[in-house]
């Protein structure tokens, strides 16, 4: 059996990107169910579980023994985030721009700066119905989504499919979730905004050499200009969902709606076994 990463990415969020990636999980049966979406994660809200914490997430920072600085400025000059700036009485540390790299302790020439840990957020999981789920948390006020997408994606088996609910957008916390993966799903709307966060998406899979998919959600709620990009830039539309009072009630409650609406168990099996054969 192939074994695959397939990310559920958007080019903006509230375009359904979630509910598909928790529904075709639930509806494959054995795979991984990666929510790498940290700063607020959200496939645990359709699954009845109970979270473990697996790992804390630290980075580095620097400590500065402003007794033994001299003030030469060598810190600030290697720092390329602007983390520390030497003023001709006093040097300051802004933790909130800095990522850990340790080139100012390195670099310092006085021994001024040692390093201690900061803590990022965690990883947790859990287990359901052979269904391995895991999530990475950001801590509240840290701005670093990467080192904890990249501890949860750790968690991943080369023995299972995982399916990987990457974050919204196309900044770093996207490209470090999209990282390895063998198929990209892109889910859109029908709408003028939709097809623009569409085509930013595109860019960047392409980019990075990704195969990639088309999911258009809430069919009905706009116009055929996605279905035309598509057609025009050879992207295959893999599934289009409408735009449906059932699905939206179920998932006000928390519901994944392939328990609502069975048969479209049966599709996201297909859609599988479709991307299967487009990366086999």
């Known amino acids: 059996m192939l074994q695959m990463r397939i990310a559920v ?5 509230g375009t359904g990107k979630t509910t598909i990636a928790t529904n075709m999980a639930l509806s494959i049966g054995k795979v991984q169910l990666i929510d790498c979406d940290v700063e607020e994660p959200n ?10 914490v697996l790992e804390r997430v630290y980075k580095k920072i620097p400590s500065i023994d402003k007794q033994a600085c001299n003030l030469c400025g060598v810190c600030s000059e290697v720092c390329r985030k602007n983390a520390i700036a030497v003023l001709p009485n006093d040097v300051l540390f802004f933790e909130e721009l800095c990522n ?6 390195r670099a310092c ?3 001024a700066i040692t390093e201690e840990s900061s803590e990022l957020g965690v990883v947790e999981g859990a287990t359901i119905n052979g269904l391995q789920f895991f999530r990475g948390l950001l801590n509240v006020g840290q701005p670093m989504a990467t080192p904890i997408i990249a501890a949860v994606k750790r968690r991943i088996s080369e023995d299972t499919t995982a399916i990987v609910d990457v974050p919204p957008g196309t900044g770093c916390p996207v490209l470090e979730s999209l990282r ?3 198929f990209a799903i892109l889910v859109t709307e029908p709408t003028p905004f939709g097809l623009e966060d569409l085509k930013a998406a595109v860019g960047v899979t392409r980019a990075m050499k990704i195969m990639t998919g088309v999911i258009i959600n809430r069919v009905g709620i706009g116009d055929d200009r996605v279905n035309r990009f598509c057609k025009e ?3 295959p539309i893999i599934l289009e969902i409408p735009e449906s009072r059932e699905i939206a009630e179920a998932y006000s409650e928390g519901i994944p709606f392939t328990e609502v609406l ?3 168990k049966d599709r996201f ?6 991307i299967k054969e487009l990366v086999g």
Not at 43 to 52: I, Q, V, Y
Request: aromatic letters at 8%.
């Open 9 to 13: 990415a958007s080019g903006k969020g």
């Open 180 to 182: 390895k993966s063998d």
């Open 233 to 235: 830039e050879g992207i």
């Open 262 to 264: 069975p048969e479209w």
């Open 109 to 111: 020439p006085t021994d």
């Open 100 to 105: 850990g790299c340790g080139g100012c302790a």
């Open 269 to 274: 099996r297909d859609l599988y076994s479709h």
């Open 43 to 52: 496939c645990h809200l359709f699954l009845d579980l109970n979270l473990e």
